[in-house]
Every structure is written in structure tokens, then in C-alpha cells.
């Protein structure tokens, strides 16, 4: 790589760093991955630096930890499949600022977040959708314990008398196979992996000159 490429990798590169610390009230984000057969996918929490010391389960109020109000946690994003038959739904939940009234109780192991309990995320519309799983909306909750299950709820919308309009169904699906694990912040990730591919791009079109 030339003179001109690396200078354009380190430059993105830096930017990233000053975005990174610049938004350094947040340490980490944790993604929830849950994948059992008819429902699986991913949610992501925003995790303040006030949670680094913490050990242990938490009560919150609105996902702020009670004993340290340094502490929130937050659902940033959620993305996750449900197929039941040859009905399907994709539903990505991407929220304007991050999620944290419905956090009622958090988990730290040395710092890391493993665990959440919660009300009600949602509703969440399907992105795209086939069969009767389009006629609904969805909402996901969290808890904590020996499984950390995720429950998808779901509420009628449709107006065509396939369901009972506004009717709501708790916990029809179930995801007992959750893991907790530390994450890159989604925006940064992708300016490293920009930062990588104009590097690369810069390369490139050094050798075809």
C-alpha cells in the first residue's frame, strides 16, 4: 500500500477514534443473541461506562441501575425471523435513541451485561413478511435467570377478518437459547470497515494505474 492509501486509512482510522471517545459515556453494546427453531435473531444494548464495576443482578428503573445511576442499559436495536409453516416474518427494530423504559433489571459479570429483565419492546412492524404473519405487530421482553429466555409476543392488525383486530397474544413464541456478548458499536464498526475499504480502493487503483 502506497504513501497516499496508508494516509487515507490512518485519517479514517483517527476519525473513528475521536467518534469512539467522543462517545465514551457508552463502553459497550451487547448483543442478545437468541436461536431456538421458530424464532431467532439478535437484539443490541447500549451499555454506560457506570456499569464497568458492576457484579451482579440490579434492580433499574428505566434501565438506570438503582445503586448507580451511572449505570443504563438500553435496547438499541433489535433484528430477529419468525417462521411458523410457510408464514414468515422479518422485523427490524431500529429505534431513534436507544430503548430504556421497559428494563426493570440488569446482570453484570465483571463489567459485561448478561443478563436483562423486562417488560414489553415494541410494537415492531415485519420489514417483510408472507402468509398470515403479516397481519401482525410484535413485541419482545426479557429475562434473566437459569435460561435468560427471550418471549415474542404478537397483537392483531389486520382489518381483513383474518385475526381479531387489536387482539394480543403473550408470549407465542420463545427463545430459551440466549448468549450475551460484547460488541463494537454498530456506527463504528462500519467507519473500520469503511476506513479498511478505501484503503484497499486506494490500492487498488494505484495498481491499475
Not at 464498526?189 to 494505484?206: E, H, N, S, V, Y
Request: glycine share 10%; proline share 5%.
Amino acid at each position: 500500500m502506497g504513501y497516499k492509501a496508508w494516509r487515507l486509512l490512518i485519517s479514517a482510522l483517527v476519525g473513528v477514534a475521536v467518534l469512539t471517545v467522543g462517545s465514551s459515556a457508552f463502553a459497550a453494546y451487547a448483543r442478545s443473541r437468541f436461536d431456538p427453531t421458530a424464532f431467532f435473531g439478535d437484539g443490541f444494548f447500549q451499555v454506560s461506562d457506570g456499569c464497568l464495576s458492576l457484579n451482579g443482578s440490579y434492580k433499574a428503573t428505566s434501565g438506570v441501575v438503582a445503586i448507580q445511576t451511572s449505570c443504563s442499559v438500553g435496547l438499541a436495536r433489535a433484528e430477529f425471523d419468525v417462521i411458523d409453516g410457510l408464514d414468515f416474518a422479518h422485523v427490524i427494530y431500529n429505534p431513534v435513541a436507544p430503548d430504556f423504559d421497559p428494563i426493570f433489571n440488569v446482570v453484570f459479570e465483571a463489567g459485561r451485561l448478561v443478563g436483562v429483565d423486562s417488560d414489553l419492546f415494541g410494537p415492531m412492524s415485519s420489514n417483510t413478511c408472507g402468509g398470515n404473519l403479516c397481519d401482525y405487530a410484535w413485541f419482545l421482553e426479557w429475562e434473566s435467570g437459569q435460561f435468560d429466555p427471550v418471549y415474542l409476543s404478537q397483537i392483531c392488525t389486520a382489518g381483513d377478518g383474518s385475526c381479531t383486530p387489536d387482539q394480543f397474544d403473550p408470549r407465542v413464541f420463545t427463545a430459551d437459547i440466549v448468549t450475551f456478548t460484547n460488541v463494537p458499536e454498530p456506527a463504528t464498526l462500519g467507519l473500520i470497515l469503511g476506513a479498511l475499504g478505501a484503503g484497499w480502493m486506494a490500492r487498488r487503483r494505484k495498481i491499475a494505474v
